[in-house]
Antibody, heavy 119, light 106 residues
Framework: QVQLVQSGAEVKKPGASVKVSCKAS????????IHWVRQAPGQGLEWVGW???????DYSQKFQGRVTLTRDTSITTAYLALTGLTFDDTAMYYC?????????????WGQGTMVTVSS | DIQLTQSPSSLSASIGDRVTITCQTS??????LNWYQHKPGKAPKLLIY???NLEPGVPSRFSGSGSGTNFTFAINTLQPEDIATYYC????????FGQGTRLDIK
């Protein structure tokens, strides 16, 4: 059974950085992308970026320069690092991935990591 | 970026009703249009992929259709457990989501 398990909730001060992890298990192949999606309170889903199996990345323009996505294939874990946190970065952060070979849709999701930016 | 506009932004319906949500893209896309259900406190759930394909395990009362810039999601015979927010998503370019449609019971 394919599963993504994320690290626990974080509370950070404005200007700080945060790093969230996402551990994958149950994949039958290594060629899966990991996407990151966030939802701020009362807002919709927002795509942050993706990291490929080879570690290549692409980001939403909104987060360019502040977000870094990485992955450690040896431990099947992906990471989202976000710097220069503001109150607007308070959100639930999800990792997600397509697990099938016939679609790129996000059929597997992590449980979410709440990041709270508070002074 | 490809922008997605969902309509309506919120919707009240009765149990047993047929419900439809539309998603208009800012430019024509191929078939990489997906629909998700999101309930509070849970991760989003994929319902429909590539316009009209039902994700395994999803009830057949959910369906999707469309092409070009206009896509439709439908729930036949609304059930109490369908109360959620629904999002369309395109994967033709860098992923983007619609703003969501909040569905509740009348």
């Amino acid at each position: 059974q394919v599963q993504l398990v994320q690290s626990g909730a974080e509370v950070k001060k404005p200007g700080a950085s945060v790093k969230v992890s996402c551990k994958a298990s149950g994949y039958h192949y290594s060629g899966y992308y990991i996407h990151w999606v966030r939802q701020a309170p009362g807002q919709g889903l927002e795509w942050v970026g993706w990291v490929t199996p080879k570690g290549e990345t692409d980001y939403s323009q909104k987060f360019q320069g502040r977000v870094t996505l990485t992955r450690d294939t040896s431990i099947t874990t992906a990471y989202l690092a976000l710097t220069g946190l503001t109150f607007d970065d308070t959100a639930m952060y999800y990792c997600a991935s397509p697990s099938s070979s016939w679609s790129d849709a996000f059929d597997v999701w992590g449980q979410g990591t709440m990041v709270t930016v508070s002074s | 970026d490809i922008q997605l506009t969902q309509s309506p932004s919120s919707l009240s319906a009765s149990i047993g009703d047929r419900v439809t949500i539309t998603c208009q893209t800012s430019q024509a896309i191929t078939n990489h249009l997906n629909w998700y259900q999101h309930k509070p406190g849970k991760a989003p759930k994929l319902l429909i992929y590539d316009v009209s394909n039902l994700e395994p395990g999803v009830p057949s009362r959910f369906s999707g259709s469309g092409s070009g810039t206009n896509f439709t999601f439908a729930i036949n015979t609304l059930q109490p457990e369908d109360i959620a927010t629904y999002y369309c998503q395109q994967l033709d370019d860098l992923p983007t989501f619609g703003q969501g449609t909040r569905l509740d019971i009348k």
